[in-house]
Every structure is written in structure tokens, then in C-alpha cells.
């Protein structure tokens, strides 16, 4: 826990929320880093090669292993190893670092040209360097790219015949030429070449190695096509990098008299292709039957006006969102973006208002790995911890860290029951009971809309007594907003929340054009007074997706309902369906009043 043990007790955080069926690979997790941690700590320092070979071999002896068949592997890393401390044993006592032993090593476990079972009919795969002068009926001779062959080879600083070349000294690359002539010679029937032609991530144009280079230049000197051509244009075949490209499925257009690809799926997304893609039809083109009068939970009720849309389709259609886990990233990091800091920010929020202290707080998130290294993390620790402090601070004005839950059970005048739980009531200074929300986001619908129909449903449900709501978090520039909420009459407040209701019954069978970022705009520009062409403009900014912050119209369930980008004409235009309830709104204009227009007369906001 985060004040368990005194400072520099735990140097990082443990391992929480482990189900059950993960238990085992948790330990078994755990046991990969205690053997891994044992190698490094051996391998650091400095010590005789005697000892480092013992290292090595325990290191490699607890961390692999080789299936039943394989043990000659490990019979001939002792072998080389044991070979190294022999030919060591010369240098005495001698201490060397781990990067002396990795060059002692290098040349010793390096790979190399091994026999190979040639004439077996069986195809046969090695370098090129044990096939030379062999005949074969075909000799395919892979990735042959500009830059990987020949081979590329530095100068050792150590290496006295680099520093004075003479005639008949060692030349890799001139080798690499040799080896691949001898292939060339050895291909009895067919000889196959393939190299990278085009960039995977731009599809420029990449050369071949200078060697076939040269190979088609010779052709092209030698011989030309029957109809005039280079020959290099007979010879070299262009595939292309998707399996649904046509050329796959056309006779003749990839060097042979047939198609080169077989794929029924692949052959239909050739043809799909080719075509217009044919427009995507609309989820629901009529409206759905009205669903009865029920018993409603207020996080139901909640969850639906922060997002309609997602509304429909989990509480309706039963229609879940994808749920895609993020790979965790090996880099270290060096800056957050946005949602990484918030996410830090909401976490340091909520152990500041269980009552964590600054000291033990710092010292848990530096424990997690989340920070970036160094004064970059203490930076970013201290501007959100500024922003922690100011809203803790804002929060304990409206009474101590005591707070309560209050139930909710209220009928409605149509018969709906709802039922639900308030949580964070505390009673201020003034003996007022208010509904407190603390959050490290920006204060803006969704957070209001929460507030809203928890306060509605208090005064509803307890009319015998007072309440408000508030909302505590950021605003503009740097500041910390404080939005209040009520009180509102037990009538009124229990006329707008079977007014929401109702509207939820119309939203579970009508695809509603409201959301909770556009919608608040437009209402919130309107009820300043502001013209409907300025409300409009504030209220696309909110839904269109800009270069490179997604908007709403870029979530998965608004795509779902109205269309991959999808303008903000396609809600401000909207007209119901048929089929649509009686009580179904006429406009997104007349919508969003509905839901907000009782709200924004009963908010007071400030900004510290």
C-alpha cells in the first residue's frame, strides 16, 4: 500500500489486481527476474577468465534450456568454453571486464559454414558459402539487397593487417562477389534472385545489390528478347507486397503464363478492389419498438446521458465496444502526452484525498516506472502535484475527508422506479449536505451531467432537506474550476428527472444526435446568448477530429451510428426516423435544450 513502510521501504510497487488463473505465471514471472537479476550481478566487475567462463556457463545453464535431443548443445558450450579457459590459463591471473570476455568470445560463437546433405532430392537450405561449385536443378538465392550483400566490414582498431593492406590480403567483400558467381554456376535449370524492391513504409524504389546489378548489366550486353527488349525486363518480375493486388490473378503479368496466387479470399478482395466500394447502410434505419416502463438505476441513467450513442448500444442492442489493451512500451519515457500525465494526475488525486501525504506519494509513482528518468520526471511530479494540491485544497473546502453515501429510491410519475446509491456527501461547516465530485480532468459535460442527475435524485428522493452538488476540477488556463449545482426544488427536481427518463426510453429506441461534449457546447453557447451560428462553430470544435487530437465523431460508437467522419451537419440536420415515439424530440436544437437548459440555470461556476 502506498503509506505502508517508511520511506525508501519499497523501491518499486507490486504486482496488483492478479486473477487467479495468473497466479502461477506470476510466479513463474517473478523467478525469470530473480535468475536474470543473479546473471547481471555476475557479470559485473572484473575477474580472471576462469571465472568468467563459470559464470557464463551457470547464467546460460539457468536461464535456456534445449529439448531432449538437443544436449549436444550444451556438451559443446562447455567444450568452447572449456577451451577458452585453457587457452587462458597462459594469462595468469589476469582480470578482464565483460567487454573483453564479449570480444574473446565473438569470433569462437559465431556462426559458420557447416556440411550439408546435398543430391537428396530434398530441398536444402544454408549459406552460400558450403554450396559453391555444387550443382543444383535450382539455386534460389535470397535477399540479395543493396547494403546487405556484399558484407559490410569495419576496421578493428587492433587489426594490424587493416592498418597496412598488401596484395593477397583477405578481402570479405571481393569473397562475397566470388561465392555468388559459384552460385550462379552451380543452377542447372533455374536460378532465382529476389531482393527487396520497394520500401515497405513508402514504396520507394530500392535498388538491388551492386552485384546483380552488374549480373543484369551483363545480360542486357549479351542478349536482347525476341521482340528487342532488354533483357532485364524479360527476367525481372515485380510482386507485389499485398496478397489482394491483382497482378496475383491476371495471366502473364508476373513472369508466367498463369496466375501466381490461388486464394479464393484473397481473390474476392482482388475484385472488391476494383469495384466502388459499395456505402456503408445505416445501423438502424427505422426506429426501434419503445422499450416498457421499468425499474432504472441511476449509473444506468447516468452512463446513458454521458454517451447516448454508447447508450443504445450496450443497454438496448447489447453491442460492447472493442476492447484493444495497449502493448506496454520497452522504451523508456522521456515525455507523457496528454492522457499519460492525466492518467498520473487522476491516480495522485485520489491517494491525496484518501489521505496520502506528498512525501510518500512522490516516492510511490516514482516506484512504478511511469515517470520519465531523472529531472524530467521531478518536473512533470511537481507541475502535477501542484495541480493535486490546489484541487485537494479546493475539495476540503466543502468539509473533511468524512463522507457518506446516501441511498435512492424514488418512484416516478409515469411508474418508473429509480434506485441507486449517492456517494461522496459531506456535511459542510455551514450544515448544508453537499454531493462533492473531485476530478483531475477538465470540468466539462460529462462531469456536469453526473453531478446533475445525482443532485436531481437527492432532492427527489429527500426533499425534507437541502441539497447541492459540486463539481471540483480544472479549468482554463491552469486554473481550478468550481461548479455548483442547486438546490432544486423536490418538484422540480423530480419533473426533470422523469423529463430525462422518459428521453432515455426515446434514446433506447432512436439513435439520439447528442453528445456530451458537443451538445454542452452548443447549450452552454446559447445560454450566454450567443447567436446559433457561434453556438454551431463552438460545438463542431468539439465534435470534428483535428491533425492529431480524435474528436467524438472518431469514437467507435458514434462511427457505428452516423458514419466514419461523420460532419456535425449529420446531427444538427437530424430529423427522428420512422417509426420514432411520440415524445421523440423534432431537432438537435430542441434535444439539447431539453437536457441542458435546467442544468445550466441551476450552475454557478468559479474559477481560482
Known amino acids: 500500500t502506498p503509506g505502508a513502510g517508511p520511506p525508501g521501504a519499497h523501491p518499486v510497487v ?130 540479395l539487397d543493396d547494403g546487405a550483400f556484399p558484407r559490410v566490414t569495419g576496421v ?54 551492386v552485384p546483380v546489378g552488374e549480373l543484369l548489366d551483363a545480360l542486357d550486353a549479351t542478349a536482347v528478347t525476341h521482340d528487342g527488349r532488354p533483357v532485364r525486363e524479360h527476367v525481372v518480375v515485380h510482386h507485389p507486397l499485398q496478397p489482394t493486388d491483382p497482378r496475383n490473378f491476371t495471366a502473364g503479368a508476373l513472369g508466367r503464363s498463369g496466375s501466381v496466387s490461388y486464394d479464393r479470399t484473397a481473390h474476392r478482395g482482388a475484385l472488391a478492389a476494383r469495384s ?97 528518468p531523472g529531472v524530467l520526471g521531478t518536473t512533470l511530479l511537481r507541475r502535477v502535484g501542484a495541480r493535486v494540491d490546489r484541487l485537494a485544497a479546493a ?48 470540468v466539462k459535460g460529462k462531469q456536469r451531467l453526473r453531478a446533475w442527475l445525482e443532485l436531481l435524485a437527492l432532492s427527489a428522493a429527500h426533499p425534507s432537506q437541502p441539497w447541492t452538488a459540486v463539481v471540483v476540477g480544472r479549468g482554463s488556463r491552469d486554473s481550478t474550476a468550481v461548479v455548483t449545482l442547486g438546490p432544486v426544488a423536490p418538484a422540480a427536481a423530480r419533473a426533470a428527472l422523469a423529463e430525462l427518463v422518459a428521453l432515455r426510453r426515446v434514446g433506447l429506441a432512436v ?25 454551431t462553430e463552438s460545438a463542431r470544435g468539439e465534435w470534428t477530429s483535428g491533425y492529431s487530437f480524435p474528436r467524438e465523431d472518431a469514437e467507435e460508437e458514434h462511427v457505428l451510428l452516423w458514419g466514419a467522419d461523420a460532419p456535425f451537419e449529420t446531427l444538427l440536420e437530424w430529423t427522428p426516423p420512422p417509426g420514432a415515439p411520440a415524445r421523440t424530440p423534432g431537432s438537435f436544437a430542441e434535444l439539447t435544450l431539453r437536457v441542458w437548459k435546467p442544468l445550466l440555470d441551476a450552475q454557478r461556476q468559479e474559477e481560482w
Open 14 to 143: 507490486p504486482l496488483a489486481d492478479v486473477e487467479s488463473s495468473r497466479v502461477d505465471l506470476a510466479g513463474r514471472f517473478a523467478e525469470l527476474l530473480d535468475r536474470l537479476d543473479a546473471v547481471v550481478s555476475s557479470f559485473g566487475g572484473h575477474h580472471p577468465v576462469p571465472h568468467w567462463c563459470d559464470a557464463l556457463l551457470e547464467g546460460v545453464l539457468s536461464l535456456t534450456d534445449v529439448p531432449r535431443d538437443g544436449g549436444w548443445q550444451v556438451a559443446q558450450l562447455r567444450r568452447e568454453l572449456g577451451a577458452v579457459r585453457e587457452d587462458a590459463a597462459r594469462a595468469g591471473t589476469a582480470r578482464v571486464g565483460l567487454t573483453d570476455v564479449g570480444a574473446l568470445l565473438a569470433d569462437r560463437l559465431a556462426g559458420r559454414p557447416q556440411r550439408s546433405s546435398f543430391r537428396t532430392g530434398a530441398m536444402t537450405v544454408c549459406t552460400m558459402t558450403p554450396m559453391r561449385s555444387v550443382p543444383h536443378r535450382v539455386v534460389c538465392l535470397l535477399g
Open 511 to 535: 439513435p439520439l444526435p447528442l453528445t456530451a461534449g458537443a451538445g454542452f457546447a452548443w447549450a452552454a453557447a446559447r445560454h450566454r446568448g450567443r447567436s446559433p451560428e457561434s453556438a
Open 395 to 442: 475539495a476540503a473546502t466543502f468539509g473533511g475527508v468524512d463522507q457518506r453515501a446516501v441511498d435512492v429510491e424514488l418512484d416516478l410519475p409515469d411508474g418508473t422506479r429509480l434506485t441507486g446509491v449517492v456517494g461522496g456527501v459531506r456535511t459542510t461547516a455551514a450544515g448544508g449536505d453537499v454531493a462533492l465530485t473531485t476530478t483531475y480532468s477538465r
Open 156 to 209: 578493428d582498431g587492433d587489426d594490424l593487417l587493416a592498418r597496412a593492406p598488401q596484395v593477397g590480403d583477405r578481402d570479405p567483400r571481393s569473397e562475397d562477389r566470388q561465392v555468388l558467381l559459384d552460385a550462379i554456376g552451380a543452377a542447372e535449370r533455374h536460378l532465382v534472385v529476389t531482393y527487396a524492391g520497394r520500401d515497405v513504409r513508402t514504396g520507394a524504389e530500392l535498388p538491388p545489390a
Open 276 to 372: 466502388a466500394p459499395a456505402p456503408v447502410p445505416a445501423l438502424l434505419d427505422a426506429a426501434l419498438p419503445e422499450p416498457p416502463v421499468s425499474d432504472v438505476d441511476l449509473d444506468r441513467l447516468v452512463q446513458f446521458w454521458q454517451h447516448p450513442a454508447r447508450g443504445l448500444l450496450r443497454q438496448r442492442l447489447e453491442i460492447a465496444g472493442t476492447v484493444r489493451a495497449d502493448e506496454p512500451d520497452n522504451a523508456l519515457p522521456v515525455q507523457l502526452d496528454g492522457l499519460q500525465e492525466w492518467a498520473i494526475g487522476d491516480r495522485c488525486l485520489a491517494a491525496r484525498l484518501a489521505g496520502v501525504d506528498a512525501v510518500t506519494l512522490a516516492r510511490v509513482e516514482t516506484a512504478r516506472g511511469d515517470l520519465p
